[in-house]
């Protein structure tokens, strides 16, 4: 079993920036991915951005490419910059862990966090 705990949520303007970490605690994964996922109101929830936890590869969404970052330190956290931020960014941003590398479906995540919001005015 792992916990995921996300933080850094909060209101930003746009073009502004935002860093969203998430904790890993309880298993670790050598092999699987990390993701991040968000659901805006009314909307399903989309992939954004995975990496792979040991090797430190990443892939993102298109609609975030150039903009996100997605990273990891020598722990268990995960990170996700987050720069020149839109309001249609608006949405609770979810911290995921998978079984295979690549995916982008969340059918796939084994693990999820609680959630935090990113709210961005214009």
């Known amino acids: 079993q792992v916990q995921l705990v996300e933080s850094g949520g909060g209101l930003v303007q746009a073009g502004g920036s935002l860093r969203l970490s998430c904790a890993a605690s309880?298993?670790?994964?050598?092999?699987?991915?990390m993701a991040w996922f968000r659901q805006g109101p009314g909307k399903e929830r989309e992939f954004v951005a995975g990496?792979?936890?040991?090797?430190?590869?990443e892939y993102y969404a298109d609609s975030v490419k150039g903009r996100f970052t997605i990273s990891r330190d020598f722990k268990n956290t995960v990170y996700l910059q987050m720069n020149s931020l839109k309001p249609e960014d608006t949405a609770k941003y979810y911290c995921?862990?998978?079984?295979?590398?690549?995916?982008?479906?969340?059918?796939?995540?084994?693990?999820w966090g609680k959630g935090t919001l990113v709210t961005v005015s214009s």
């Open positions: 995921a862990a998978g079984r295979t590398y690549g995916s982008r479906n969340v059918g796939d995540m084994d693990y």
């Open positions: 309880g298993r670790t994964f050598s092999r699987n991915p």
């Open positions: 990496i792979n936890w040991s090797g430190g590869s």
